[in-house]
């Protein structure tokens, strides 16, 4: 009877020492910066508002990958540029300040579009602009297409506003300031 006993305590203790190995993952997981969420467009894949944006996988200029997906549940926001861009150079303080006021509740996506530009005018533009956001790269292999051919850019500046789920929402050539991301930020996004 004894032993019956002491079996029944062993059991209950393994039981919930498995409980609260179980639970510590579970949460542990649940909380982990590492976890992102990934966006689930469902529709036609287009460069037109209401269609699933093309995703895309870019590195940026410290060698961290992004993918435009990897939304972790936020809209995400892109500027397709180049260093010898006028009006890139014009926007560029607006966007630093962009990203500055919304970095926590938009993702920025800066992708240099690179046939023009070599690593050096690349640095030395963020350098020049004290961009301190991450810049992408668009640097298609030999036979694959480039993220500017896959959204169809035909001019830089170009700015995309894509939601958490990977709609597009706002595609227009052109650059932009502080005062019309609000805009629209107001009213794409709230």
């Not at 992708?111 to 991450?134: A, C, H, R, W």
């Not at 694959?144 to 990977?166: C, F, H, N, R, W």
């Amino acid at each position: 009877m004894e032993k019956r006993n002491r079996f029944i305590v062993v059991l209950i203790a393994l039981a919930i020492i498995g409980t609260l190995i179980y639970n510590f993952a579970v949460s542990k997981e649940q909380s982990s910066p590492t976890t992102s969420k990934k966006a689930l467009c469902e529709g036609p894949v287009g460069i037109k508002p209401g269609n699933c944006a093309p995703n895309f996988i870019t590195q940026a200029l410290t060698g961290e990958k992004k993918e435009l997906y990897e939304t972790n549940g936020k809209p995400t926001y892109i500027n397709f540029w180049a260093s010898w861009c006028g009006p890139c150079k014009s926007e560029a303080p607006d966007i630093q300040k962009m990203y500055q006021t919304h970095k926590d509740d938009i993702n920025f996506v800066l992708l240099n579009v690179t046939s023009g530009d070599d690593i050096e005018d690349i640095q030395g533009f963020v350098m020049n602009y004290k961009l301190t956001m991450p810049i992408y790269l668009d640097q298609p292999k030999q036979n694959e297409k480039g993220i500017a051919t896959q959204y169809q850019i035909s001019g830089v500046p170009t700015q995309v506003l894509v939601d958490a789920k990977g709609k597009i929402l706002y595609f227009q050539p052109g650059p932009i300031d502080e005062q019309k991301f609000a805009r629209l930020k107001k009213q794409y996004l709230n």
